[in-house]
């Protein structure tokens, strides 16, 4: 019988790659999932429409990195990752759960570290021991994140002066922030979360910072600030538009103004996997996106 081979994903490939993330990640949420923890729930299709477009953009912006391993007619895993000038990062990577163990992850991860070519890099890990296993042999630290999540206490929310909403007009200074911060800037993905996102910034000398929301939750989708005091009012207008049930994630040991703040908005404090970091001090204060980190 025909073996499983790995080739390069093409944009028509990413409705079924979406279909195999909902099944991969939803088994991995459930194995992962504490007693004390609400039930995992399947990806709506809100949600995988969202997917499948945000992927699509990578596909088309940079393809070198985005790989499929096919078993057959069936796509069976996936890895997305981009190189950014002189930065890399991997958006989403997965094999199917009945696929597991046959050495496609290996070859999938051995072909976005190819496209990487020794670039500096960071990426959000699932607890998974395999594949926890694979990230550090490949030479990456394994930080410890944590998330918050709760509804708010409205009462809790300070006055936040000092914040205006952002604009294309701004992407200059935050992706020089963002080399600050991580050691690369966004470029073209500033451009795409614009579109899609709202962006609230701080623009005052020495305190520049910003952050992408949610428009229908709230939820804090990427941070960067020069300094914590910044980063933390912008947490809070975060906060502040928020729509029932947050999460804010991707919170580092290194980033911990941001657990101060989840507490005293009354949030419950969890743990959440490993943000991967490869040639990269841990970035602060920043809170990584979980696809464009």
Known sequence: MPQPWVRPMRVEDVPAAERASAVTFLEGDRLSRRVSEPEVRPRSAAVGGQWIDRMSYLVETDPGGCWVAVDGEDLVGFAISQNRGRFWYLATYGVLPGQQGRGLGRRLMDAVLAHADGRPGLFSSTVHPGATRRYRLAGFLLYPQMRMVGTVDRSTLPAVPGLSEGDGNDIG????L???????GHGPDHEYMLRRLRLVVSRRSG??????????????KLLAAQD?????????EALAASRGPTLVNCITTANHWAVDVGLAARLDLGQEGYLALRGLPEPAPYLASGHFL
């Open 173 to 176: 200074w935050m992706d020089r």
């Open 178 to 184: 963002d080399e600050s911060r991580r050691g690369a």
């Open 207 to 220: 305190r520049l910072g910003y952050v992408y929301l949610d428009e229908e939750t709230g939820q804090p």
């Open 228 to 236: 914590p005091r910044t980063a933390s009012a912008l947490l809070w």
